[in-house]
């Protein structure tokens, strides 16, 4: 059996982008490798050139040794610890690079993005974790909250009367039943201030894809399970989420015995 048949599309779309990524440079750099030898060039030219195409083409064999542990990871289920360093780079590094390519195809950017999550997700999900509720952070996008409601949320969040005609509701309950920590934030400044605030070993958080990439990229290394919003009114506008998949992401930091513990003692 082959590769493709053990990713799933989502996440081969991101994983492809990347390697794409990976022998672009590396023909380009093979290209200033030639170029460098070039015997018209004087000798402090060509060492220098030497020096620095070796720098990039060692960025390179990472990048690529980090796609190859993406690829393990998923396919395993399982962190491996030596590919940690090679997969950071891949991904900080060559994403732009996989989104600029991803253009040239004309495949859409929230695709490539929402597959990055995927991956993303799957990464974090390999660990094994085992935290505290108070070391989680949930982060809660600021259009979860119904636009005509006349309560402050952002400033605090115990504002929210539960009334029950948003998410933010849910999302109490379940910060309260679980004793996770919790923030409404209305981009991402607000979003970086309440990890300054509650140093969070990990992240659950709830945003569209643009968001949701550019968080975890951000918080990088803390881990981050990004779970997609969903936009029945367009962006940014009376958004809402599955509390499903916001219990799975507590259950798999916390452990669902210690959920089941925590919510049986409320
Ligand atoms: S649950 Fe009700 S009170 Fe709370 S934020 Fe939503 S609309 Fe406002």
């Given at each position: 059996m082959s590769v493709k048949d053990f990713i799933p599309v989502r996440k081969r779309l991101f994983v492809g982008l990347l390697g794409a990524s990976v022998l672009g440079a590396g023909a380009l750099l093979t290209g200033i490798w030639f170029l460098a030898i070039n015997p018209t060039r004087t000798l402090f030219d060509q060492i220098l050139l030497v020096i620095l195409t070796t720098l990039l083409m060692g960025g390179t064999l990472?990048?690529?040794?980090?796609?190859?542990?993406?690829?393990?990871?998923?396919?395993?289920?399982?962190?491996?610890?030596?590919?940690?360093?090679?997969?950071r780079i891949a991904v900080n590094l060559f994403f732009p690079i996989a989104l600029v390519i991803g253009k040239i195809f004309h495949i859409d950017s929230e695709k490539i993005k929402s597959s990055f999550v995927e991956v993303n997700n799957d990464l974090v999900r390999s660990k094994a974790l085992r935290l505290k509720p108070a070391q989680i952070l949930l982060l809660a996008p600021?259009?979860?909250?119904?636009?005509?409601?006349?309560?402050?949320?952002?400033?605090?969040?115990?504002?929210?009367?539960?009334?029950?005609?948003?998410?933010?509701?849910?999302?109490?309950?379940?910060?309260?039943?679980?004793?996770?920590?919790?923030?409404?934030?209305?981009?991402?400044?607000?979003?970086?201030?309440?990890?300054?605030?509650?140093?969070?070993?990990?992240?659950?958080?709830?945003?569209?894809?643009?968001?949701?990439?550019?968080?975890?990229?951000?918080?990088?290394?803390?881990?981050?399970?990004?779970?997609?919003?969903?936009?029945?009114?367009?962006?940014?506008?009376?958004?809402?989420?599955?509390?499903?998949?916001?219990?799975?992401?507590?259950?798999?930091?916390?452990?669902?015995?210690?959920?089941?513990?925590?919510?049986?003692?409320?």
């Open positions: 990472l990048a690529a040794l980090g796609i190859g542990g993406i690829v393990l990871t998923i396919l395993y289920s399982k962190d491996l610890t030596a590919f940690h360093g090679p997969i600021h259009c979860l909250q119904r636009s005509d409601c006349p309560y402050k949320i952002t400033v605090n969040i115990d504002n929210c009367r539960r009334c029950g005609m948003c998410p933010v509701k849910d999302l109490l309950e379940l910060r309260d039943a679980s004793g996770i920590k919790m923030g409404i934030a209305t981009g991402g400044t607000l979003a970086r201030k309440y990890v300054q605030e509650y140093r969070p070993r990990a992240i659950i958080a709830i945003a569209c894809e643009r968001d949701l990439t550019s968080g975890i990229q951000d918080t990088n290394p803390i881990p981050v399970l990004g779970v997609t919003n969903e936009r029945p009114f367009g962006p940014c506008f009376n958004t809402s989420v599955k509390i499903p998949d916001v219990e799975k992401a507590v259950n798999f930091f916390i452990g669902e015995e210690n959920y089941e513990t925590a919510v049986n003692n409320q």
